[in-house]
């Protein structure tokens, strides 16, 4: 008979050394590029071989010398950390693409001067752009966010449970769904209906984008209501206070913070809209700052443009670029800049209205 | 002013389910009134049906008489709300407003409902109910900071500051002393002790010595079987009660031979 080998209850088991993920890194990458040198593969191949190389090899190692529940866990975190990096790559790629041929472009004057009568190889400037962004979006976010908002504190206020507030969760669920050139069309026939089939302008844009921001912002207020936990709901009507100032004094302050960061985030998803803006708004080459009246370029529809119509290549010059993609890409890198710094805002914002625990 | 509260034959329910059935009392003014008996039994919900935050809950409703000074309070022309203002609650778990001050938590009742005050007034409310609430040494010195990063029993004593700085008629407590250690939990029944000479207070409390060191009347609850409703066996004087109840079922629960 057989003695068992190794002790049956032992609480120590071999562990790899602490080096040795950095020593299959190395060697995996050793292996991968004198395959792909054999191969005759590009860098990008190279890399993509040593991670996969990487994943697989020290799980394996880890399974000979420490066993199969810490080989699983490598195996896992390897993955996770692969996923991660997948994700990273094309985010960072698109930042540095957009830096890289845009930044050059983003000038004083680029940002100062609109494209009246800018032709040929003149430099031509977005101010017109960034105005029609900001009025565009500010009307929208004007038309939206009193709606949502409402619409919100109806459904878990007041309508809770009952078949209306069923009905309105299922319409808005399906409104997050329209396509945004839906949206657009829907705002120019409504106002055709009313001024004409020749009218464009902002205005229309801002219904267009107010009715994709509507749903997200009901959806992050109602998120945020439903977190205020009725206790304080409770402590106020027991203090005599009616409902109507309940939500408006003790529900809206606490759950603010999330609600300006839901209907920031909402902002930002609609502030690069194209197909909706090019339909009811159009383009123009001047500042308009009239929502009502006259055509309006957002930066969106503005890029679009300079992409389709980019303008000759100057004569003698080298450069393969005709200048309208050149400002594209600032006028991209602009835009990103703007939801950006949106963002910032809103978690500036919802840090400063989170509620205080003083601890 | 003190009010006393009759009850007469009152069922409670939420939605189809009755929770508790045929409760006839009289709590008296300027006096502490306990609430005994196990858990689910409707001391909760008998409670909340007497400042009519009972109906806050959807499908929840009432029948039978609620009489507070004469006046019938599910009468159809009477304000919850006006009825809230005079009967004041604290509840099981400290929940003092989180977006505010300590010394915007006492004034809460005031500045919700938009009543102006000079700042001196505001002032002298919110030393007086913290005062009576046995918290002003303690929190004196940080009236600004947020209530929330006080102690349980700090912010236990907060609420009933709170409850106290609009001057109810009564007061009504649920298990307030359910969350808190022994220190804060004595604090607490001291302050009762003091509140009674000008509040009507009634209390819900699981833990019967305590409603014998502060009440002067008990009514104990009970559940005939699981799913029944629950109903009132006995509400007798504390004394009276713990000495020489009326009905057997008392006498086990209180001397711990139940069930
Ligand atoms: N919000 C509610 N909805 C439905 N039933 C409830 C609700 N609150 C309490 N109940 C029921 O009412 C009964 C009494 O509960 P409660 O008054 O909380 O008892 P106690 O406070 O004596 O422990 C229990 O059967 C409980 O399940
Ligand atoms: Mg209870």
Redesign the interface.
């Known amino acids: 008979m057989n003695a068992v080998a190794v002790a049956p209850s032992t609480l120590a088991h071999p562990r790899l050394p602490r080096w040795a993920p950095l020593v299959v890194a190395v060697a995996a990458l050793a292996v991968g590029a004198l395959l792909g040198l054999i191969l005759g593969w590009g860098p990008v191949a190279i890399v993509l071989l040593s991670g996969l190389l990487y994943v697989v090899a020290l799980p394996a190692w880890s399974r000979v010398l420490e066993g199969r529940r810490a080989a699983t866990d490598r195996l896992m975190t390897n993955l996770v950390w692969g996923a991660f990096a997948v994700v990273c790559v094309p985010l960072l790629w698109l930042l540095w693409n957009v830096v890289q041929k845009g930044a050059p472009h983003v000038t004083v004057h680029f940002l100062t001067t609109s494209m009246r009568g800018v032709f040929g190889s003149m430099e031509g400037g977005i101010l017109h752009a960034i105005q029609g962004t900001v009025i565009v979006t500010l009307a929208a976010t004007v038309i939206a966010v009193p709606i949502g908002l409402m619409t919100a504190i109806y459904l878990i206020e007041y309508g ?2 009952s078949r209306l507030a069923k009905v309105i969760t299922f319409l808005v669920d399906v409104m997050t769904g329209i396509p945004s050139i839906v949206a657009g069309l829907f705002a120019l026939s409504l106002l055709v209906l009313f001024f004409g089939p020749a009218f464009r302008a902002g205005i229309g844009g801002a219904i267009a984008l107010a009715l994709l921001m509507t749903p997200t912002v009901v959806r992050s207020a109602e998120e945020m209501l439903r977190l205020v ?1 009725s ?12 409902k109507w ?2 939500i408006l ?2 529900v809206m ?2 759950a603010i913070g999330g609600i300006v960061t839901g209907v920031v985030l909402a902002i930002s998803r609609v502030i690069g809209e194209t197909a909706p803006l090019l339909v009811t708004a159009g383009y123009n080459d001047s500042m308009n700052g009239n929502l009502f009246s006259g055509r309006m370029t957002t930066l969106p529809v503005y890029i679009f443009n300079q992409y389709k119509t980019p303008g000759a290549v100057p004569l003698g010059a080298h450069a393969a670029d005709p200048p309208g993609y050149a400002r594209a890409w600032a006028a991209a890198l602009v835009l990103i800049v703007i939801v950006m710094i949106l963002n910032l805002i809103a978690r500036i914002i919802g840090k400063i209205f989170a ?5 | 002013m003190a009010k006393s509260i009759d009850v007469q034959d009152l069922d409670i329910f939420y939605g189809d389910f009755k929770a508790v059935e045929g409760v006839s009392m009289t709590i008296k003014a300027k006096s502490v009134t306990a609430f005994i008996g196990p858990s689910g039994c409707g001391k909760s919900t008998f409670l909340r049906s007497l ?1 009519r ?1 009972h109906e ?1 809950i ?1 499908g929840a409703r009432v029948e039978g008489k609620v009489m507070v000074d004469g006046m019938s309070l599910y009468d159809p022309i009477v304000d919850p ?6 009967i ?2 604290v ?1 099981q ?1 400290p ?5 505010m001050s300590i010394y915007e938590n006492v004034l ?2 005031n ?4 009543k102006r005050m000079p700042k001196s007034e505001a002032d002298d409310v919110v030393e007086k109910s913290l005062r009576g609430a046995n918290l002003w040494n303690e929190v004196k010195d940080r009236l600004g ?6 102690s349980g029993g700090q912010q236990q004593r907060l ?1 009933i500051a ?2 106290i700085a ?1 001057e109810p008629e009564v007061l009504l407590m649920d298990e307030p002393c359910s969350a808190l250690d022994p220190i804060s939990t004595a604090a607490v029944e001291d302050l009762i002790h003091d509140l009674k000479s000008s509040y009507t207070i009634v209390i819900v409390t699981h833990n019967m010595q305590q409603a014998a060191r502060v009440s002067d009347d008990t009514g104990f609850f009970n559940l005939k079987a699981a799913g029944k409703p629950g109903h009132l066996v006995e509400f007798n004087p504390t004394k009276q009660m713990f000495t020489n109840p009326d009905s057997p079922d008392t006498e086990a629960y209180i001397s711990g031979r139940f069930g």
């Open positions: 809770r449970g936990p206790d304080l709901r409770e402590a106020s009507f027991a203090l005599g206070v009616p100032r309940t004094k003790v302050p606490t509620p205080k625990t003083g601890r | 400042n935050m806050v959807p709300v006006e009825v809230r203002r005079r004041g609650m509840f778990r929940n003092p407003f989180p977006t809460a009742g500045r919700l409902n938009n900071k947020p209530g929330m990063g006080l609420c709170r409850a609009v």
